[in-house]
């Protein structure tokens, strides 16, 4: 009698070892198909599709700051040859323009970004320059939401203090039609 | 007394691995979680560059994915080496965009359709030609909204 009863409490167990290795194959199949998402990137507001070419001649010519890249991935800002490294910067000052040369941007409202590349530009040196000119416009945003509202220009920003910071400096940087010299075959 | 301890000895448990599985489960929800299934297979090696000024993509039906690069060596035989786009899962050319985009745009509810994003996921090495061809098809698709996959850039630009 006293045997069928130690029976009896062992049957009650349900073997849980095995389900660790259950567990593992589960998690060993995720970790072997999935990727961790990466998803980040650079995003852009393409302008809608015309046909006809946009009539930029009749901008000033101190308000805009012309960017060309060639095939060669050499770099001409202002009919002057420049380095990535520095575009940043002159990109700001020229924005802002903090102390009123008669060369730079009106004021950051009037200023526009121009940039052209040629259809033999690497992919890699064109992303490096708009990530640049980019990067001029979220750092003048983060000083200007800084002085005004004490924190770094985000999302998480009530939607008319972004709006205000965005209507003080727009980002204007247009892309023309790029040249073709270099394209490989 | 020497029963005592001889129960003692006989009693000391072994580890409990009770708990194991439960410890198990919950790495695999957290790998559940954080990864997506890898939904196309690549045909072209896409080494994205790297850049500063990054945005996060939130919402993953939103988003298509446009690959631009060269194919990789198993697939040189039949496609060659000069860049080329993949949708989904095949290699195509620029005119097949609208129809890809279509597709796309067709599975989702028509109020979340003008947030829909596509990530432009091009090597680093391909010249820009093949690129602004996709552009000027996506302006031309009405599909304004793009993303330039970027890794983050750590070390200072020479």
Same mark, same amino acid.
């Given at each position: 009698?006293?045997?069928?009863?130690?029976?009896? $409490?062992?049957?009650n167990e349900i073997n849980a070892g095995s389900m660790a290795d259950i567990a593992f194959l589960l998690l060993i199949f995720f970790l072997v198909t999935t990727t961790i998402a990466e998803d980040k990137g650079i995003l852009?507001?393409?302008?809608?599709?015309?046909?006809?070419?946009?009539?930029?001649?009749?901008?000033? &010519?101190?308000?805009?700051?012309?960017? *060309?890249?060639?095939?060669?991935?050499?770099?001409?800002?202002?009919?002057?040859?420049?380095?990535?490294? &520095?575009? $940043?910067?002159?990109?700001?000052?020229?924005?802002?323009?903090?102390?009123?040369?008669?060369?730079?941007?009106?004021?950051?409202?009037?200023?526009?970004?121009? *940039?052209?590349?040629?259809?033999?530009?690497? !992919?890699?040196?064109?992303?490096?320059?708009?990530? &640049?000119?980019?990067?001029? !416009?979220?750092?003048?945003?983060?000083? *200007?939401?800084?002085?005004? !509202?004490?924190?770094?220009?985000?999302?998480?920003?009530?939607?008319?203090? $972004?709006?205000?910071?965005?209507? &003080?400096?727009?980002m204007v940087l247009s892309e023309a039609e790029p040249t073709n010299f270099g394209e490989e075959q | 007394m020497a029963k005592f301890s001889k129960k003692r000895g006989k009693s000391s448990p072994a580890i409990s691995t009770?708990?194991?599985?439960?410890?198990?489960?919950?790495?695999?929800?957290?790998?559940?979680?954080?990864?997506?299934?890898?939904?196309?297979?690549?045909?072209? %090696?896409?080494? #994205?560059?790297?850049? #500063?000024?990054?945005?996060?993509?939130?919402?993953? %039906?939103?988003?298509?994915?446009?690959?631009?690069?060269?194919?990789?060596?198993?697939?040189?035989?039949?496609?060659? #080496? %000069?860049?080329?786009?993949?949708? %989904?899962?095949?290699?195509? #050319?620029?005119?097949?965009?609208?129809?890809?985009?279509?597709?796309?745009?067709?599975?989702?509810?028509?109020?979340?359709?003008?947030?829909?994003?596509?990530?432009?996921?091009v090597d680093g090495d391909v010249t820009m030609g093949i690129v602004q061809d996709v552009k000027t098809k996506l302006r031309k698709s009405n599909q304004l909204k793009i993303n330039y996959s970027a890794g983050k850039r750590?070390?200072?630009?020479?």
């Open positions: 009698m006293a045997k069928t009863k130690t029976r009896d $409490r062992m049957n852009v507001k393409l302008p809608p599709w015309s046909d006809e070419e946009p009539d930029i001649t009749k901008l000033k &010519e101190r308000n805009v700051f012309s960017v *060309l890249v060639n095939a060669q991935n050499q770099l001409l800002v202002r009919e002057e040859p420049a380095r990535i490294g &520095e575009l $940043r910067e002159r990109a700001k000052e020229f924005i802002m323009n903090p102390s009123k040369r008669p060369d730079l941007a009106e004021g950051p409202r009037n200023a526009i970004i121009s *940039l052209k590349n040629d259809r033999g530009t690497n !992919y890699e040196t064109y992303l490096a320059v708009y990530n &640049e000119l980019k990067g001029a !416009y979220d750092e003048l945003w983060d000083e *200007l939401s800084e002085r005004r !509202y004490g924190q770094p220009y985000s999302d998480e920003m009530p939607f008319a203090q $972004r709006k205000a910071i965005r209507d &003080e400096i727009p | 009770a708990s194991l599985p439960d410890i198990i489960f919950m790495l695999l929800f957290f790998f559940m979680m954080v990864t997506v299934l890898r939904d196309s297979d690549l045909k072209l %090696s896409v080494n #994205t560059p790297e850049a #500063t000024q990054l945005t996060k993509l939130d919402e993953k %039906s939103l988003v298509n994915y446009i690959y631009v690069g060269r194919p990789t060596q198993q697939y040189q035989a039949v496609y060659g #080496t %000069s860049p080329r786009i993949q949708l %989904s899962d095949k290699i195509s #050319t620029v005119d097949d965009i609208p129809l890809f985009l279509e597709q796309h745009k067709v599975k989702l509810p028509e109020a979340k359709r003008s947030r829909i994003t596509s990530s432009l996921r750590t070390d200072e630009l020479r």
